[in-house]
T-cell receptor, first 110, second 112 residues
Framework: GDSVTQMEGPVTLSEEAFLTINCTYT??????LFWYVQYPGEGLQLLLK?????DKGSNKGFEATYRKETTSFHLEKGSVQVSDSAVYFC?????????FGTGTSLTVIP | NAGVTQTPKFRVLKTGQSMTLLCAQD?????MYWYRQDPGMGLRLIHY???????AKGEVPDGYNVSRLKKQNFLLGLESAAPSQTSVYFC???????????FGQGTRLTVV
């Protein structure tokens, strides 16, 4: 069945460090791919998305490219800030459902 | 610009009690979802709906029921609460099955 596997956390980085959170997926057909972010005590917010192979989603300095050949959608940011501390979820939509990864907790220290 | 609104935000139940969680969206979305979030397990789909009057089971439907009598509302019911249902519950909606989902702020439920 369809599924998403993302990098285990927690991840701790210093401010201005480079961030990569790995995400791979298994799906039949042509899913859309998403990254969501969850700040403490809040619901999930869409960070970026890509709807077809080779699409690059970007927002707030974060980027991810839909790679069909490697079934991946890795999240990257060149220089993280303390305000980026949150839990990040990779997700795919296929048919009538969304499938989420288990989430990766990121803490950025000054 | 309300988006997806969940009520209540917090609730404590005793084992065996019943309750209903309400989700309302004002984006005219067809699809609505109920998830539960537990530490280390990400989000798990409980039930979903692809339109008014429809419901379907997700990954973890046991112990829950849902109804979608109006397009904008999706209700999640617990008939006889159990401690294993202690969790944070999120409602979400999307225009179609392949577009982004919008989430509510969550309901933190504790069953004692």
């Amino acid at each position: 069945g369809d599924s998403v596997t993302q990098m285990e956390g927690p991840v701790t980085l210093s401010e201005e460090a480079f961030l990569t959170i790995n995400c791979t997926y298994t799906a039949t057909g042509y899913p859309s791919l998403f990254w969501y972010v969850q700040y403490p005590g809040e619901g999930l917010q869409l960070l970026l998305k890509a709807t077809k192979a080779d699409d690059k989603g970007s927002n707030k300095g974060f980027e991810a490219t839909y790679r069909k050949e490697t079934t991946s959608f890795h999240l990257e940011k060149g220089s993280v800030q303390v305000s980026d501390s949150a839990v990040y979820f990779c997700a795919l939509s296929a048919g009538n459902q969304f499938y989420f990864g288990t989430g990766t907790s990121l803490t950025v220290i000054p | 610009n309300a988006g997806v609104t969940q009520t209540p935000k917090f609730r404590v139940l005793k084992t065996g009690q019943s309750m209903t969680l309400l989700c309302a969206q004002d984006m005219n979305h067809e699809y609505m979802y109920w998830y539960r979030q537990d530490p280390g397990m990400g989000l798990r789909l409980i039930h979903y709906s692809v339109g008014e009057g429809t419901t379907a089971k997700g990954e973890v439907p046991d112990g829950y029921n849902v109804s979608r009598l109006k397009k904008q509302n999706f209700l999640l019911g617990l008939e006889s609460a159990a401690p294993s249902q202690t969790s944070v519950y999120f409602c979400a909606s999307s225009a179609t099955g392949n577009t982004e989902a919008f989430f509510g702020q969550g309901t933190r439920l504790t069953v004692v």
